[in-house]
């Protein structure tokens, strides 16, 4: 079935990429140390359940119901991948310049890792949303 969509492996590689780029973004913000949000600060809080909830819950929807869209119609795939794209893009600027003033971060281990890898993710989605966008498919 997946031969059948004609995507190259390119495409692959990158929703790879993007795969294990948003596990590993998930399994940072469930195992966030304790004391990295200031408690008695409403911005931290404010800051905290935005990330925790509302980004948490589009990834794991979106690690699930893209494959599904994905190997439904590429059509929908499309529209599904610039959207995400453009919502990768919008909390990368986000968060340089509102969050990243708020909440101090570790220096360390996994989130400075995702931190620098954002870029990769983003371009990761240019590719997809690139090639879904200009794909002919195979006549049969």
Known sequence: MIQNLGLSKLFWMALLVCYSFLIAAMYAIVTVPDGVFETDNPEHVLAAIKLTY??????????????????????????????????????????????????????????????IFRPVLIVCLIWMSFELTFHKPKVR
């Open 54 to 115: 509302v980004r948490l819950t589009i990834v794991a929807f979106g690690l699930v119901g893209y494959p599904i869209v994905l190997l439904s119609s590429l059509k929908y795939a499309k529209y599904t991948t610039i959207a995400l794209t453009a919502w990768a893009i919008a909390i990368y600027i986000d968060d340089y310049l509102v969050l990243y003033r708020i909440i101090e971060y570790p220096n360390r281990g996994l989130v400075v890792v995702i931190q």
